[in-house]
């Protein structure tokens, strides 16, 4: 199939983790943000271009529909 490039694997894409339990991830591409995760996630938007994907916590994704 020439001219069709494949999407990237999880673990090609840049991602950032939230916990309050981990404060380091040995993850290829990762980075952990456990501390002031509502300015760090706006830092993120200002810097990045393109979205922001969130998995797995509904938790988060209202607390920052309500603050960002």
Known sequence: MTGH?????????????????LTSGNWNNTTVIHDDVVSQIAKLKAKLTGDLLVFGSNQLVRRLSRTT
């Open 5 to 21: 490039r494949r999407p990237p694997a999880m673990s090609d894409l840049r991602t950032f983790v939230i916990s309050t339990t």
